[in-house]
């Protein structure tokens, strides 16, 4: 592919965040124009800044892909909004207990947090949260404010190294009101697909206990919030995702 051709999906982006800049100069919060943004757009720059964390995928077992699929399978996709976006699931060869989405919808696992999971709800469970953060526009929309950053010039106009930007999604931080709207879509999610929000409740519960806590779970709500909502979307009839021996096989995805 020759430069010029790579280069056009930054191109339409830099047009979009001129827009977006004017509006955040005039005060309105970019967050509507942010939404509307084509996903089209989003998927080509995605593809543009390079396959980021293709290096340590585990490949797993026939067996254990499918297992994989039949829990995304049952998140999404779950109604014609889903059609407005797509994901791609894989577990990444790493021991720190992360989960984080890139642009265009590419969503990764760690292996620690694979090992650390107690339930393939619970692994349900953070999958809806991530999903809710793609549906949401929450990268692209930190993705953008961080373009208009002096370490955003700096970012692009440096080597193109897909490492950098593998780090740049996996620390990415965000707000509290997106954690807030992505633990809401994700409970929303999970009744749909009539999966116990214990897992959920449990992983993040454990999680902040535990002392390694990670980036993903920095900036949640409040516990009592938290529980609340748990509460408002419980599921009445949940159906399980496998039985305890697929689980078991499940969790030795990376070896
Ligand atoms: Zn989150």
Known sequence: MEDKDKASPLKGLAWVIVAIGIAAVFGFG????????????????SGFLGSTSTVNVCQGSPKNKILLNQIVSRLYPLDHDDSRFSVNVQIVNNPTINAFAELGGKISLTRGLLEKAQSPEEIAG???????????????EGFITHLMTWGGVQMIS??????????????MGFTRTQETESDEGALRRLQKAHISNDGFKEFFERMKESTSISAFISDHPSDQSRLEMVEKYRNEEPKPIMTKDEWM??????Q
């Not at 509507?32 to 989003?42: D, G, H, M, Q």
């Not at 950098?164 to 996996?170: Q, S």
């Open 30 to 45: 970019i967050t509507p124009f942010v939404r509307a943004i084509p996903w089209s757009l989003e998927k080509n720059v």
């Open 126 to 140: 953070v999958l809806a949260h991530e999903m809710t953060h793609v549906s949401r526009r929450h990268i692209l």
């Open 158 to 171: 440096g080597s193109s190294s897909s490492m950098r930007w593998t780090n740049y999604f996996l620390n």
């Open 249 to 254: 096989a499940f969790k030795a995805y990376c």
